[in-house]
Structure formats: C-alpha cells, structure tokens
Nanobody, 124 residues
C-alpha cells in the first residue's frame, strides 16, 4: 500500500521561502509520477509541480515557474517542493499525490494516492 506524508508547511511572510516534503513508501516499481497540488479556500484544486520518477522530467504551473523547484531524494524516498519568493496568492493546502499507472508528468492523471495535506499561509 502506497503512503504519502507531507510536511513543512507553515506561516511565512511574503518573499519568504518554505520547503515541503513528501515522504512516500510502498511503491513496488520505479515507474511513478508524484505531483504537488494545492487548494485555496473557495477555489478549485490546481496542479503546482510534477516529477516523473521514471525519467526525472519535471513540470511547473505557470504561476510558480521560476519560483518553485521540485526535486527528489530516492535514498530517502522523499520528494521536495522548494518554494521561494512566496506570495499571498500561494496560500493554500498543499497535497502530494502519486500514480503508478503513468510515467510522464501530467496534472490530468487519475492520481490514486494522496497525502493528508499541509497548510501554507503567506501573510504579513
């Protein structure tokens, strides 16, 4: 059974940085995709960044490109989301999701595994 556990959220001021972690376990193959989503109050969930463990390809939403970086440490079974130059509009619950039914990055996959979410609040 695949499990995902997010950590690293918090309250920060605009312009600050945070690093989210997604610790995963239970994958039986090396071919899976892990994606960070976020959902702000009253808004639809949106894809933020995606990483394919098969080929290392990454993808970013336009709103975070250049500010956020997704990376992995396979020795620790962890995927990170480094968030720099945070803005109030980045405030949301951030979820880590995964699928082992695809190998290429896409926000449109039917992600079959989800973490519990971690709150990120950017406010002065």
């Amino acid at each position: 059974q695949v499990q995902l556990v997010e950590s690293g959220g918090g309250l920060v001021q605009p312009g600050s940085s945070l690093r989210l972690s997604c610790a995963h376990s239970g994958f039986t193959l090396d071919h899976y995709v892990i994606t960070w989503f976020r959902q702000a109050p009253g808004k639809e969930r949106e894809g933020v960044s995606c990483l394919s463990n098969s080929d290392g390809n990454t993808y970013y939403a336009r709103s975070v490109k250049g500010r956020f970086t997704i990376s992995r440490d396979n020795a620790k079974n962890t995927v990170y989301l480094q968030m720099n130059s945070l803005k109030p509009e980045d405030t949301a619950v951030y979820y880590c999701a995964a699928t082992d039914l695809a190998t290429m990055c896409s926000f449109s996959h039917a992600y079959n595994y989800w973490g519990q979410g971690t709150q990120v609040t950017v406010s002065s």
